[in-house]
């Protein structure tokens, strides 16, 4: 028994020792609840959460297979285990979720129940009942394995540097030496493994997009952009704000932005900024190495997250003690980061690849702020309830990169201290043109169905025109236009980035108040850690991969698509 697991969540209606890869002990369970006598407005709270309860269950039996695969992405049987749920499991549910939520939105009880307490969900599984379509779950299912085979082609991605075989994460600490020729050596070999595998992203994708919409089609929309929106929930604006915060972006973030590229470059004492001379310090040090291995990081983490508050570091704490974490970058491995969470157990799983750069302090640190959010929502009974609407997912993580970097200290010292924190902050500006560019490639994706390669190729470089950094990329124009085959979110979560900027905005506000007041930002007004309780969703942050120091992280597959 793990040191968090909790009594308090066994299974109540779900048998406890139900097997949730076998659906001939699954179905029963659905056949239950269908029918199940619904009398009072009791039983319907009941029902709702013996719902959830099973939900979580199988969640947990996804987010299981999903983790140990990501974790070894080259062994068979964990491959095996995850398609036979993606592909055996999942499309045989995903009808019954569909009766159960029929039921539930035609059931007159429906509109006694407290409105206060239910309306989010109700708007969510009315939502949920006019989006399916039974001819869509086939669809689903291949786009899902897609999305499998575009992972299995990235794990694969090594080359031989320096007399030994290395990953393209491991590859992109070479991107901060000083020495500019081995920067550009390693940052080519990255770039010339990548692009031996374009052709294939590129079939992937065309495949995906046909899928994507004719999926949205079958559901009786235009295209598959205005289906996302409302599988997304987005409630609360459409593609015109979106457009709107692209050009407020282009405005006031790219201008500076590019100031900050153009001083770098004056600093580096170089005619022209190159790929492979953005993530190297600008004055010429050697890279910041804030830890030796993985245990010092999280030790380290540990005490900030302690100093931010004692709660954190003790729940941290315990992750460690669970064996929660798997930090390090080795071959096999999924590339990116994201954190888990385990919906049945309620306790959250890192993934990370480090490899002793600042960014993964900071991806931990990030991680992290993801992991105590979903510790925060143990206690509440309803699955739904336990995760947030995708706009404040990363609140909780990005608020805690910047609230943590007051505590870079245990890191760095002197001009370490003020170089990690500057980088931060730039960190936070260049965010914002990259989700700009990946969002509005994706709108027009997907508002053109039936583009060919080339026209792809062309929007994308106009986007990088418009929002895109100073460097110069003359010789390398195959690595340029391709560049968005590195962005994990386009093949797995298409749609959602927009949520990094709006969530940025909420993090800096976040920072801002406990700047002003440490008790306003942790304890506001809630009964407990407000910033905790923003509900979080395993994801990872919107940062460009625009050179090869940054890995993108992956995301975790949405609870909702169960
Ligand atoms: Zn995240």
Redesign the pocket.
């Known amino acids: 028994m793990t040191p968090m697991s909790d009594v308090r969540f066994a299974r109540g209606f779900v048998p406890a020792k139900a097997d949730m890869g076998d659906w001939s002990q699954i179905e029963p369970l659905f056949d239950a609840l269908d029918a199940r006598p619904i009398g009072n407005v009791a039983q319907l709270e009941q029902w709702i959460l013996d719902e959830s309860e099973l939900a979580a269950c199988l969640s947990e039996e996804y987010n299981t297979r999903l983790v140990e695969m990501t974790c070894q992405t080259d062994d068979q049987a964990r491959e095996q285990a995850y398609l036979h749920f993606v592909g055996e499991i999942q499309p045989r549910c995903k009808p019954r979720w569909h009766r159960l939520n029929q039921r539930y939105v035609s059931s007159p009880l429906r509109k006694q129940l407290p409105k206060q307490r239910y309306e989010v969900y109700d708007r969510r599984v009315v939502t949920a009942v006019e989006l399916f379509r039974e001819e869509n779950v086939p669809l689903q299912t291949e786009d899902a394995k897609l999305d499998q085979q575009y992972q299995k082609i990235c794990g694969a991605m090594t080359v031989e540097y320096q007399g030994r075989e290395q990953t393209l994460q491991q590859m992109a600490k070479y991107q901060q030496e000083p020495d500019r020729r081995v920067r550009r050596e390693a940052w080519e070999l990255s770039a010339q493994r990548r692009l031996a595998d374009r052709e294939s992203i590129e079939e992937i994708f065309d495949r995906m997009i046909r899928l994507r919409s004719q999926i949205a089609r079958n559901a009786g929309f235009d295209n598959f952009r205005d289906y996302q929106f409302k599988a997304y929930e987005r409630f609360d604006y459409t593609p015109a704000h979106c457009y709107a915060f692209h050009e407020a972006i282009e405005r006031t973030v790219v201008p500076v932005y590019r100031l900050i590229q153009e001083r770098r470059r004056r600093q580096l004492g170089v005619e022209r900024l190159r790929p492979w001379d953005l993530a190297v310090d600008p004055k010429g040090r050697p890279p910041l190495r804030p830890f030796n291995e993985v245990g010092e990081l999280s030790a380290k983490c540990r005490t900030v997250f302690a100093r931010l508050d004692p709660v954190l570091g003790e729940q941290f704490d315990g992750m460690i003690k669970a064996g929660w974490l798997d930090l390090e970058s080795r071959k096999g491995k999924a590339p990116g980061g994201?954190?888990a969470t385990f919906d049945e157990s309620r306790h959250p799983f890192i993934f990370m690849n480090a490899v002793g750069l600042h960014r993964d302090v900071e991806t931990l640190l990030?991680?992290g702020?993801?992991a105590f959010h979903c510790l925060a929502c143990r206690d509440e009974p309803l699955l739904a309830y336990r995760h947030t609407p995708m706009e404040m997912?990363?609140v909780a993580?990005?608020g805690m990169e910047l609230l943590a970097g007051e505590h870079f200290d245990e890191f760095y010292e002197g001009d370490d201290l003020v170089r990690a924190r500057r980088e931060q902050l730039e960190g936070v500006i260049s965010t914002f043109p990259w989700i700009a560019i990946v969002d509005a490639f994706q709108h027009w994706l997907y508002l053109h169905p039936a583009h060919t390669r080339e026209q792809r190729t062309t929007c994308w470089l106009n986007l990088l025109g418009r929002f895109g950094g100073i460097e110069d990329w003359t010789g390398y124009e195959l690595m340029h236009e391709s560049m968005w085959q590195r962005q994990l979110h386009l093949f797995g979560v298409p749609f959602y980035y927009i949520e990094y900027g709006i969530a940025q905005i909420g993090a800096l506000q976040l920072w801002r108040n406990i700047r002003e007041d440490k008790t306003l930002a942790f304890r506001d007004g809630t009964d407990r850690h407000s910033l905790l309780a923003v509900h979080?969703r395993?994801?990872?942050?919107g940062r460009p991969p625009g050179s090869d120091s940054t890995s993108p992280?992956r995301?975790s597959a949405p609870w909702w698509r169960r």
């Open positions: 994201y954190q990030h991680e702020g993801h997912a990363e993580s990005m979080g395993c994801r990872n942050s992280r995301p």
